[in-house]
């Protein structure tokens, strides 16, 4: 077996064939055989064929090329994903995004949720403690954007208002000045009167409020109602006024036992008219509208209508009203005149008059 290129010393040869000098073998490459220094100046070793033979094993075809410097190959980056927990086992894994880093999310972190602290109305009198100076006392009064504080040893400080500063009954507050509220409208009755408030109804007066009718009796309930149970005065009906002679007589008026009397169509020439006219007495007053019926003291607007029918002469006004108005039953149609009753304001002044009239002189002190 034939070797190409020296061994040993640059240019040698071993069989005749020329050519550029070869670099030996990558077998042979690590190949060291020691001698002696050149610096001793005695000859060197030639490597002898049987050593050769040993190392060479297969033949080279190939004529061997100069060595050439390699650069060194490092390994790839290991990519940051590679470093992440791997997905459980059996599951699938999540899809990662190649260019979401440390830096793509908000660099601070979540943002922290703003404290909102119970508002307290700061009036005078309500025990505080103002938590960054630890001083306890007692709300004095308000001004601007701070609160006056009064502390137990009686001296006063100006503390401002910032949310959570003070502690109430131990826990963290926002004093806030107090609200202004106006003053609460007094309570009023449905014919305008004051509401008593917590006042029980009166034992009933000697006196009395006599009306014509069923209706006449409760549309004053409906409306004055309230004011009469206090007053203590009773309202009621005579079914006409035929024998009001009689009856005002049967009653015995006198100075702790008024009577007021409430009548319709109280107009010159009527019967109404003439009854009162010829009734005389000190401690009777009778009262009246110009009205056929107390239906029609009813307001229209308030009925719902744009003004009362005219009821032709003979006819009963109650039936003309309803057949003039497209109603059938008369107790449903006065059912939805006084539902629409609320107070004073949906009545016929007229109406109103007489009865304030006829409350005041019942309910008069006596003398």
């Given at each position: 077996?034939?070797?190409?290129?020296?061994?040993?010393?640059?240019?040698?040869?071993?069989?005749?064939?020329?050519?550029?000098?070869?670099?030996?073998?990558?077998?042979?490459?690590?190949l060291?055989?020691?001698?002696?220094?050149?610096?001793?100046?005695?000859p060197?070793?030639?490597?002898?064929?049987?050593?050769?033979?040993?190392?060479?094993?297969?033949?080279?075809?190939?004529?061997?090329?100069?060595?050439?410097?390699?650069?060194?190959?490092?390994?790839?980056?290991?990519?940051?994903?590679?470093?992440?927990a791997?997905?459980?086992?059996?599951?699938?894994?999540?899809?990662?995004?190649?260019?979401?880093?440390?830096?793509?999310?908000?660099v601070?972190?979540?943002?922290?949720?703003?404290?909102?602290?119970?508002?307290?109305?700061?009036?005078?009198?309500?025990?505080?403690?103002?938590?960054p100076?630890?001083?306890?006392?007692?709300?004095?009064?308000?001004?601007?954007?701070?609160?006056?504080?009064?502390?137990?040893?009686?001296?006063?400080?100006?503390?401002?208002?910032?949310?959570?500063?003070?502690?109430?009954?131990?826990?963290?507050?926002?004093l806030?000045?107090?609200?202004?509220?106006?003053?609460?409208?007094?309570?009023?009755?449905?014919?305008?009167?004051?509401?008593?408030?917590?006042?029980?109804?009166?034992?009933?007066?000697?006196?009395?409020?006599?009306?014509?009718?069923?209706?006449?009796?409760?549309l004053?309930?409906?409306?004055?109602?309230?004011?009469?149970?206090?007053?203590?005065?009773?309202?009621?009906?005579?079914?006409?006024?035929?024998?009001?002679?009689?009856?005002?007589?049967?009653?015995?008026?006198?100075?702790?036992?008024?009577?007021?009397?409430?009548?319709?169509?109280?107009?010159?020439?009527?019967?109404?008219?003439?009854?009162?006219?010829?009734?005389?007495?000190?401690?009777?007053?009778?009262?009246?509208?110009?009205?056929?019926?107390?239906?029609?003291?009813?307001?229209?607007?308030?009925?719902?209508?744009?003004?009362?029918?005219?009821?032709?002469?003979g006819?009963?006004?109650?039936?003309?009203?309803?057949?003039?108005?497209?109603?059938?039953?008369p107790?449903?149609?006065?059912?939805?005149?006084?539902?629409?009753?609320?107070?004073?304001?949906?009545?016929?002044?007229?109406?109103?008059g007489?009865?304030?009239?006829?409350?005041?002189?019942?309910?008069?002190?006596?003398?």
């Amino acid at each position: 077996m034939g070797i190409r290129g020296g061994v040993g010393r640059p240019g040698g040869h071993v069989s005749g064939r020329t050519g550029p000098p070869s670099a030996p073998p990558p077998s042979l490459a690590c190949l060291v055989v020691p001698g002696p220094s050149r610096a001793s100046g005695s000859p060197r070793r030639e490597p002898t064929s049987e050593l050769v033979s040993e190392l060479v094993s297969e033949p080279v075809s190939e004529p061997v090329s100069e060595p050439v410097s390699q650069p060194v190959s490092r390994p790839d980056p290991v990519p940051a994903s590679a470093h992440r927990a791997a997905p459980p086992r059996g599951g699938s894994a999540a899809r990662v995004d190649p260019y979401r880093g440390i830096l793509a999310g908000p660099v601070d972190g979540p943002a922290r949720l703003r404290v909102v602290y119970p508002e307290v109305e700061a009036v005078p009198g309500l025990a505080v403690a103002h938590r960054p100076t630890r001083l306890r006392g007692r709300v004095v009064r308000v001004e601007g954007d701070a609160v006056v504080l009064r502390s137990e040893l009686g001296t006063e400080r100006l503390l401002r208002l910032t949310p959570g500063a003070f502690d109430v009954m131990g826990r963290p507050t926002t004093l806030v000045r107090p609200r202004v509220s106006s003053p609460a409208r007094p309570a009023r009755t449905a014919s305008g009167s004051l509401a008593p408030r917590g006042q029980r109804a009166r034992v009933a007066r000697a006196g009395r409020i006599w009306v014509e009718g069923v209706h006449d009796a409760e549309l004053v309930e409906r409306v004055w109602g309230d004011d009469l149970r206090v007053e203590g005065v009773v309202v009621e009906r005579l079914d006409g006024i035929d024998h009001l002679t009689d009856a005002v007589h049967a009653f015995g008026p006198g100075p702790d036992a008024r009577l007021g009397v409430l009548v319709d169509h109280l107009v010159p020439g009527s019967k109404e008219s003439r009854l009162a006219a010829g009734l005389r007495h000190p401690h009777v007053l009778i009262t009246g509208t110009p009205f056929v019926d107390v239906w029609q003291a009813v307001r229209p607007r308030a009925a719902g209508i744009g003004s009362w029918p005219e009821v032709p002469p003979g006819t009963p006004w109650k039936e003309g009203i309803c057949e003039a108005l497209g109603v059938t039953d008369p107790r449903a149609l006065w059912r939805r005149l006084l539902a629409s009753v609320r107070s004073y304001a949906d009545l016929e002044p007229a109406l109103v008059g007489a009865v304030e009239r006829l409350v005041d002189f019942v309910t008069e002190p006596d003398v």
